[in-house]
């Protein structure tokens, strides 16, 4: 087991690294200067003053751009690592600190959303699998369908029209208390829920065929028992994959649906990182989305021996080590 979680960890560290890289080699090989960027309105906040050009030098050499590429590199991966991430050229606070103030607002509504997209999906895909009636088994194949077809903001321009502008029974924007999570929660497990339940359906179709399927109904067990406790529980495998996945896809789904709902989070934080091109902020939450990611795949990947028992077989030593071991 622990040679299975070195390894797991060991891939987690490449990937947060190719990430970095990747952000580092299309930000900061890009055409913009970012000394350029702080005189004209950044950290002092003085838009529209012009900076000399020794200034401009004085500001690089601060900053470690008049150094090679190959050391800025290394540099701002070493910061990284060790916790480091920068400073905002827009506000002059530490990036590490905007994240901190931004995460807790997308945090909340991206638990929620997965919450409701995990409890639809799941039903959904069951109750198709269930049901033997043609029309409506037909009716809730085609619903994921849709569901992952209808653009994010789309859907959110739709529930702030049916349930704030027509029945004012939630707010449509900003960050006003628990029930201003509820329809960017919603609007965020739109196409999670849809995916889920293809994902689900189709496995737990799949697990409708097996044979120990059969077994259980031979001694007595109910179609829907045999469903829900013996199908389901192999049916969430490909499931826990696609949620360690989606959490990523809830984050990037949050720049849109932050911006549409005017939250102050991750998302709009990103998205006005970008407009005013802060180079260190946009690093931070591209690392910080690839340290979610491998977290979270990190934590489905630990919890596979525990559901299957198959996976927990190829995790233990071979039996002639334990016998020499004694």
Known sequence: MSRYLTGRIGQAIVVVWAAFTLAFIILYLMPSDPAQIIASGGLQG????????QQLDELRAQMGLDQPVVVQYVTRLIDTA?????????????????????????FAIAVQGLLIAVVVGMLLGFVA???????????????????ASIPTFWSALLLIQVFSFSLRLLPAFGNDGWTSTILPAIALAIPVSAIIAQVFGKSLRTMMAEPFLDTARAKGASRLRAMAVHAARNALLPVLTMVGMLLGALLSGAVVIETVFGRQGFG????????????????GVVVFSAIVFVVATLVVDLLYPLLDPRIRQTLRPPRRLLVKAA
């Open 268 to 283: 709009r934080m990103t998205v006005e990182a970008v407009n005013a091109q802060d180079i260190p902020v946009v690093m």
């Open 129 to 147: 699998t269930y049901t033997r009636f043609g029309p409506l088994r037909q009716l809730l194949y085609s619903l994921p369908s849709v569901g």
């Open 82 to 106: 060790t916790g480091n991430w920068g400073t905002s050229y827009q506000t002059g606070r530490p990036v590490t600190e905007m994240l901190a103030d931004n995460l807790p607002p997308t």
């Open 46 to 53: 003085d838009a529209g003053s012009e900076a000399s050009e």
